[in-house]
């Protein structure tokens, strides 16, 4: 493509247009919004951005680390230039916190609100950060606060595909007004497109911007003892495979196959290693390879320049554990100076923590890391401790993390490298394979955009690891969004409330999860629609011009039915009789074996009786024998075999008795063959006696003599082409019955929400909290209680089960509805605070079970994401104790919880009192005994504020 022309080369018709384009662009607020950054703007930025300002909303789609932040920003920007508001939405609180202090940085705090669970700072400011339950919220409330509302940016908005709470998303989504603008920012999936379909279905104009391309080149690797190889051979600019970009498997580094298959044959099955780290082969001979520990790879990577590193290990243990071995190697990644930066830092940010609370939260050995720029990061940690690494990471003052895959969750804090140390997580229920969706989440981490030139992932090596799944896993774009959302309790009685039953109904109907459930429709429709033109077909190449053939075959079809239900119950009755007979036998008995690879004589040392109870049968069929008795027999031919019931077609019997020595041994070849002889001396004159059938039952059936009689009187049957035709109207009929097959799928798949939201209905209509399109006055109170127990919440102020508490009291019982055991097996009940709590969660208890009845009789599960799960007790005496005013140390001691998870929790817990106290309506009591125990329980650490 040639250059633009000087403009002292135009003509005067040209300069003028140029002149004018120039103008335009400069008058774009996108131009005036360009000029605040020190960097041009990507051209997926600048698509996106141009969308927004024609009006349009966007969904842009890119990897971890692109900028699609700007995007956002520039929502803010049109926003104020405007004079309308904008909100900020993001999944988690940390996220909230950060974008809000980006914010206030470019805008100033005058106009940069916060509204979370936690925090509420200037909520009336025309741009305001939240986290998407709180939008939610507002919609449903009808809030004064969506006036004026011009612009909602939804950050991460793939997480409508989490199963806990994704459905938020879709609900802001549906409800927000036509006149909001709606900026969607995403991770890369791959089906960005049929998202990009329902949202210009549901908010109308909506651009589809999908870049894949990352700013910073992404180089994978695996290291494998004391070296690091490349992962894939030949790879392009961007670090993936260039040889075979559809089939990356098949451009992996033939050194890592080599070595991979060099240690399957030095070491034979994985079962021959010894547990533990894997520096040694079986024999004692060191082994050419081996997974390095976590202090070499960090000094690997030290020493390749590649820190600062984030090091994920799928444990809050192994994180943890890493950072206390980094410690004892007397590991030191920061200089003197850098030390005192980051102990000046720590005790600016921390100096409101009480020094009791230090010594409970293990500050100084947590210090002592991050003096040495080492440090953990997880759920389990206090959030304060958390915000200081990120903080401290960002600023090159830690250069080695140890993360669970949380930290992936859209913190931002980019690193060099990311190392996985393995391919494998516990998922709550099994451990599984990380998906190629996650892996890239993970990974993405690497490669700081303006200060690396490229980013480097690390997977360390494992026993048995393959090569070409890993590069099956990191050259996979792989990441489809699937929709989470189901109607809950909550939204019914504000969807009705709002719009009546018809009108939500629709709403529904419009949701994400329906479309890509109408779409998977699609394909079965057109099978459905080719199938009926085959079925025509076929009717008609079975026409028979004597009569009805249709009706001809049915009655085939009756009579081959009863043949076979016939058969099968002769053949049933015979492997009973089989069974019967082998119970009979007893050792020494002497049979015939009628089939099989060990047909003939034998002796029957044991019957194979299945185990017996001293109190009698054992009950039910024991997992050995549920193909019925296993006897195990001496044959002629002197081999000790266990027979299966398939040797025995029909019932034996015992022809001769033998008796076997107490001396036999049947893994002595002499005693097999001692026995054999006596058994052929015995008994090998005597000729099988001959198992004679019984007359077939259909011979004497009256149902069979019946329809065979019918058949050949009807007109059909004495056709010349009957075969033929008969040939047809088979094909006919197995399409028919896969047709009607499809139809059923199809009728499944379509309206499943509305059906749902249906039966939820129903259900609070039972209840009282629905009389048709209206809304109770136990509705309106449900309409105020969020969260997975929204109903069991209700119940409970409805039947004063919360009467006459104090406030530590009513702070352990709606502990119930928040708190979940990480182990969901512990047999051991917890333990809860005597008196009227006690009670009263017996009584949660028992309503609980009443709600899973009536649940079961609407047929709403909670395996469809629907219903009310058990409330859990297992942090009813923690916070109990808190409200009451223990210390920390007492309290995290008993409790046996990680500081972290306690105040996630009692954060938790004071957002579900502050809804009941909205929702207490006329209950002045209740309602000051929730705020008595909210105040109880926002003290210490829980009240330490997570921003400023």
């Given at each position: 493509?040639?250059?633009?022309?000087?403009?002292?080369?135009?003509?005067?018709?040209?300069?003028?247009?140029?002149?004018?384009?120039?103008?335009?662009?400069?008058?774009?607020?996108?131009?005036?919004?360009?000029?605040?950054?020190?960097?041009?703007?990507?051209?997926?930025?600048?698509?996106?951005?141009?969308?927004?300002?024609?009006?349009?909303?966007?969904?842009?789609?890119?990897?971890?680390?692109?900028?699609?932040?700007?995007?956002?920003?520039?929502?803010?920007?049109?926003?104020?230039?405007?004079?309308?508001?904008?909100?900020?939405?993001?999944?988690?609180?940390?996220?909230?916190?950060?974008?809000?202090?980006?914010?206030?940085?470019?805008?100033?705090?005058?106009?940069?609100?916060?509204?979370?669970?936690?925090?509420?700072?200037?909520?009336?400011?025309?741009?305001?950060?939240?986290?998407?339950?709180?939008?939610?919220?507002?919609?449903?409330?009808?809030?004064?606060?969506?006036?004026?509302?011009?612009?909602?940016?939804?950050?991460?908005?793939?997480?409508?595909?989490?199963?806990?709470?994704?459905?938020?998303?879709?609900?802001?989504?549906?409800?927000?007004?036509?006149?909001?603008?709606?900026?969607?920012?995403?991770?890369?999936?791959?089906?960005?497109?049929?998202?990009?379909?329902?949202?210009?279905?549901?908010?109308?104009?909506?651009?589809?911007?999908?870049?894949?391309?990352?700013?910073?080149?992404?180089?994978?690797?695996?290291?494998?003892?004391?070296?690091?190889?490349?992962?894939?051979?030949?790879?392009?600019?961007?670090?993936?495979?260039?040889?075979?970009?559809?089939?990356?498997?098949?451009?992996?580094?033939?050194?890592?196959?080599?070595?991979?298959?060099?240690?399957?044959?030095?070491?034979?099955?994985?079962?021959?290693?010894?547990?533990?780290?894997?520096?040694?082969?079986?024999?004692?001979?060191?082994?050419?390879?081996?997974?390095?520990?976590?202090?070499?790879?960090?000094?690997?990577?030290?020493?390749?320049?590649?820190?600062?590193?984030?090091?994920?290990?799928?444990?809050?243990?192994?994180?943890?554990?890493?950072?206390?071995?980094?410690?004892?190697?007397?590991?030191?990644?920061?200089?003197?100076?850098?030390?005192?930066?980051?102990?000046?830092?720590?005790?600016?940010?921390?100096?409101?923590?009480?020094?009791?609370?230090?010594?409970?939260?293990?500050?100084?050995?947590?210090?002592?890391?991050?003096?040495?720029?080492?440090?953990?990061?997880?759920?389990?940690?206090?959030?304060?401790?958390?915000?200081?690494?990120?903080?401290?990471?960002?600023?090159?003052?830690?250069?080695?993390?140890?993360?669970?895959?949380?930290?992936?969750?859209?913190?931002?804090?980019?690193?060099?490298?990311?190392?996985?140390?393995?391919?494998?997580?516990?998922?709550?229920?099994?451990?599984?394979?990380?998906?190629?969706?996650?892996?890239?989440?993970?990974?993405?981490?690497?490669?700081?955009?303006?200060?690396?030139?490229?980013?480097?992932?690390?997977?360390?090596?494992?026993?048995?690891?393959?090569?070409?799944?890993?590069?099956?896993?990191?050259?996979?774009?792989?990441?489809?969004?699937?929709?989470?959302?189901?109607?809950?309790?909550?939204?019914?009685?504000?969807?009705?409330?709002?719009?009546?039953?018809?009108?939500?109904?629709?709403?529904?109907?419009?949701?994400?999860?329906?479309?890509?459930?109408?779409?998977?429709?699609?394909?079965?429709?057109?099978?459905?629609?080719?199938?009926?033109?085959?079925?025509?077909?076929?009717?008609?190449?079975?026409?028979?011009?004597?009569?009805?053939?249709?009706?001809?075959?049915?009655?085939?079809?009756?009579?081959?039915?009863?043949?076979?239900?016939?058969?099968?119950?002769?053949?049933?009755?015979?492997?009973?009789?089989?069974?019967?007979?082998?119970?009979?036998?007893?050792?020494?008995?002497?049979?015939?074996?009628?089939?099989?690879?060990?047909?003939?004589?034998?002796?029957?040392?044991?019957?194979?009786?299945?185990?017996?109870?001293?109190?009698?049968?054992?009950?039910?069929?024991?997992?050995?024998?549920?193909?019925?008795?296993?006897?195990?027999?001496?044959?002629?031919?002197?081999?000790?075999?266990?027979?299966?019931?398939?040797?025995?077609?029909?019932?034996?019997?015992?022809?001769?008795?033998?008796?076997?020595?107490?001396?036999?041994?049947?893994?002595?070849?002499?005693?097999?063959?001692?026995?054999?002889?006596?058994?052929?001396?015995?008994?090998?004159?005597?000729?099988?006696?001959?198992?004679?059938?019984?007359?077939?039952?259909?011979?004497?059936?009256?149902?069979?003599?019946?329809?065979?009689?019918?058949?050949?009187?009807?007109?059909?049957?004495?056709?010349?082409?009957?075969?033929?035709?008969?040939?047809?109207?088979?094909?006919?009929?197995?399409?028919?019955?896969?047709?009607?097959?499809?139809?059923?799928?199809?009728?499944?798949?379509?309206?499943?929400?509305?059906?749902?939201?249906?039966?939820?209905?129903?259900?609070?209509?039972?209840?009282?909290?629905?009389?048709?399109d209206t809304v109770t006055d136990s509705g309106k109170r449900l309409g105020r209680l969020y969260g997975e127990l929204d109903l069991l919440a209700s119940e409970c102020i409805r039947e004063g089960v919360w009467k006459g508490l104090g406030a530590a009291e009513l702070a352990a019982c709606a502990s119930a509805l928040v708190y979940e055991s990480r182990q969901a097996d512990d047999a051991t009940a917890p333990r809860v605070p005597e008196g009227g709590t006690k009670e009263a969660l017996g009584r949660m208890i028992r309503i609980w079970g009443h709600l899973d009845a009536l649940e079961e009789q609407h047929k709403i599960s909670t395996a469809e994401g629907v219903g009310q799960r058990e409330p859990d007790l297992g942090f009813a005496w923690v916070a109990y104790r808190w409200a009451l005013g223990h210390d920390l140390d007492s309290v995290l001691r008993e409790a046996e919880l990680p500081a972290g998870d306690f105040v996630r929790w009692t954060k938790q817990l004071i957002d579900v009192l502050g809804q009941i106290q909205d929702a207490a309506g006329e209950d002045a009591d209740l309602r000051t005994t929730a705020r008595k125990a909210v105040d109880a329980l926002r003290r210490g650490i829980i009240a330490y504020s997570s921003v400023g």
């Amino acid at each position: 493509m040639n250059a633009p022309l000087p403009e002292e080369q135009l003509s005067p018709a040209e300069a003028y247009a140029a002149s004018r384009r120039r103008a335009a662009e400069q008058a774009t607020a996108l131009h005036g919004f360009q000029q605040l950054y020190d960097f041009p703007l990507d051209p997926f930025q600048i698509e996106a951005c141009r969308a927004l300002e024609a009006g349009e909303g966007v969904l842009v789609a890119a990897p971890t680390g692109s900028g699609k932040t700007i995007v956002g920003e520039f929502a803010v920007h049109l926003a104020l230039a405007s004079g309308r508001k904008c909100f900020y939405t993001t999944p988690i609180k940390a996220l909230s916190n950060q974008k809000f202090g980006d914010l206030v940085k470019r805008y100033g705090a005058a106009k940069v609100g916060l509204l979370t669970g936690d925090n509420s700072v200037n909520g009336d400011a025309p741009v305001v950060v939240m986290t998407t339950e709180v939008l939610r919220n507002m919609l449903y409330a009808g809030s004064r606060a969506l006036d004026g509302l011009g612009y909602v940016v939804m950050d991460e908005v793939h997480y409508l595909a989490d199963r806990f709470r994704g459905a938020v998303w879709e609900e802001v989504i549906i409800h927000l007004p036509e006149s909001v603008v709606l900026a969607s920012l995403s991770a890369t999936v791959s089906n960005a497109e049929e998202f990009g379909d329902w949202l210009d279905t549901v908010r109308g104009g909506t651009q589809v911007i999908v870049s894949e391309h990352r700013p910073v080149p992404l180089w994978q690797h695996v290291m494998a003892g004391n070296r690091m190889y490349d992962l894939f051979a030949n790879p392009d600019r961007d670090g993936r495979p260039k040889a075979a970009p559809r089939n990356p498997a098949k451009a992996v580094n033939p050194e890592l196959v080599r070595l991979a298959r060099s240690e399957m044959d030095r070491t034979g099955s994985r079962d021959r290693f010894a547990k533990g780290r894997g520096r040694s082969m079986p024999t004692g001979r060191p082994g050419r390879v081996w997974t390095p520990s976590r202090v070499d790879v960090i000094e690997r990577l030290d020493a390749e320049g590649l820190l600062p590193a984030i090091t994920f290990i799928f444990s809050r243990a192994g994180c943890e554990a890493a950072v206390q071995q980094c410690l004892t190697s007397g590991l030191r990644l920061n200089r003197d100076a850098e030390r005192g930066q980051v102990r000046e830092f720590v005790q600016q940010r921390c100096h409101d923590i009480p020094d009791e609370d230090l010594h409970v939260l293990g500050y100084f050995e947590w210090l002592d890391g991050l003096e040495r720029g080492i440090a953990a990061h997880h759920a389990g940690m206090l959030p304060r401790f958390k915000e200081v690494v990120e903080e401290l990471f960002v600023k090159g003052l830690v250069k080695a993390v140890f993360a669970t895959e949380t930290l992936a969750l859209g913190i931002n804090m980019p690193a060099r490298s990311v190392v996985m140390e393995k391919l494998v997580k516990w998922n709550g229920e099994t451990h599984a394979d990380i998906t190629p969706g996650e892996y890239t989440q993970l990974t993405g981490r690497a490669g700081r955009r303006g200060i690396d030139i490229e980013g480097h992932a690390v997977v360390l090596w494992q026993r048995g690891i393959d090569p070409e799944g890993l590069a099956g896993l990191a050259g996979t774009r792989t990441y489809p969004l699937r929709s989470s959302f189901r109607p809950s309790y909550n939204m019914a009685v504000n969807l009705v409330g709002q719009f009546g039953r018809h009108r939500s109904r629709e709403l529904l109907e419009t949701s994400f999860a329906q479309f890509q459930a109408d779409r998977s429709v699609v394909g079965i429709a057109r099978q459905v629609q080719r199938n009926e033109e085959g079925l025509d077909g076929y009717r008609e190449s079975m026409t028979c011009h004597l009569g009805d053939f249709d009706e001809y075959m049915a009655l085939r079809r009756q009579l081959k039915d009863r043949e076979n239900e016939l058969a099968r119950e002769g053949t049933g009755q015979r492997r009973s009789a089989a069974i019967e007979a082998i119970e009979q036998l007893r050792p020494g008995d002497v049979i015939h074996v009628p089939t099989g690879k060990f047909a003939g004589l034998a002796l029957v040392l044991d019957p194979g009786l299945p185990p017996v109870h001293r109190g009698g049968p054992r009950p039910g069929r024991h997992p050995d024998y549920e193909d019925g008795p296993r006897p195990v027999v001496l044959t002629a031919e002197r081999q000790v075999k266990r027979l299966a019931m398939i040797d025995f077609p029909y019932p034996v019997s015992a022809v001769d008795r033998l008796r076997i020595p107490k001396s036999f041994n049947p893994r002595s070849p002499q005693s097999r063959r001692d026995l054999a002889s006596a058994l052929r001396t015995k008994a090998g004159h005597l000729e099988p006696e001959r198992y004679r059938r019984g007359r077939a039952a259909a011979a004497d059936d009256p149902e069979i003599s019946r329809l065979r009689a019918t058949l050949r009187q009807h007109p059909c049957h004495g056709c010349d082409e009957r075969e033929d035709h008969a040939r047809w109207a088979e094909r006919y009929h197995r399409l028919h019955r896969d047709t009607e097959l499809l139809e059923r799928r199809m009728r499944s798949r379509t309206h499943t929400i509305a059906r749902t939201f249906d039966r939820v209905c129903g259900l609070l209509t039972d209840l009282g909290y629905l009389q048709g399109d209206t809304v109770t006055d136990s509705g309106k109170r449900l309409g105020r209680l969020y969260g997975e127990l929204d109903l069991l919440a209700s119940e409970c102020i409805r039947e004063g089960v919360w009467k006459g508490l104090g406030a530590a009291e009513l702070a352990a019982c709606a502990s119930a509805l928040v708190y979940e055991s990480r182990q969901a097996d512990d047999a051991t009940a917890p333990r809860v605070p005597e008196g009227g709590t006690k009670e009263a969660l017996g009584r949660m208890i028992r309503i609980w079970g009443h709600l899973d009845a009536l649940e079961e009789q609407h047929k709403i599960s909670t395996a469809e994401g629907v219903g009310q799960r058990e409330p859990d007790l297992g942090f009813a005496w923690v916070a109990y104790r808190w409200a009451l005013g223990h210390d920390l140390d007492s309290v995290l001691r008993e409790a046996e919880l990680p500081a972290g998870d306690f105040v996630r929790w009692t954060k938790q817990l004071i957002d579900v009192l502050g809804q009941i106290q909205d929702a207490a309506g006329e209950d002045a009591d209740l309602r000051t005994t929730a705020r008595k125990a909210v105040d109880a329980l926002r003290r210490g650490i829980i009240a330490y504020s997570s921003v400023g």
